[in-house]
């Protein structure tokens, strides 16, 4: 699974991120950085990592938010990764997009710190909680990990930023993949 992850990145990876100043692969790279600087568990570092391999594997346009469409690249990456990845990696990737909604409501400054690219895939992901929705979000068991992520997320997309590249984080993908005793 790792070599297979990394071929994706070797392939794709050095793609336009959707809007954004950064690929593909710096944007996953500063988000698992900043995970890792925050002495976050391995695996929720590979889940920063990976937290946009949605738009990696579903081969969709670089444009699609242009065209007014939503790729749930988040449910498209959570099953591509629940073939060999825990919950403790693929809930906070499923729930990233969720955590972004559930701030635009929560938090008074946090949409005013989006990118255009993210207020504009906000809009197609169904804008801001509702109350309702909040409570519903705050019931899941790993919603604090995917607003940390979220966090991450956002502020991965510096151009030029220095990070240890996807080899750095073989070990954490290991130690993620070996709770199900997958092969790596």
Sequence with gaps: MIDEILKLFATRGD???FGEP??????ALQAAYQAEQEGAPASLVVAAL?????????QLPEDIADQGLDGRHESAGEAWLARHFPPEVTEPVKLHVAAKRYLCKTDSEYLAQLSPASVQSLALQGGPFSDAEVREFEQHRYFREAVRLRRWDDRAKIPGLNVPGLEHYRPA????LG???ADL
């Design 15 to 17: 793609e336009a991120y």
């Design 22 to 27: 950064v690929s593909q692969k710096e944007h």
């Design 50 to 58: 990976l937290h946009d391999v949605g738009h990696l594997v579903h």
């Design 173 to 176: 993908l290991e130690e993620s």
């Design 179 to 181: 709770f199900r005793g």
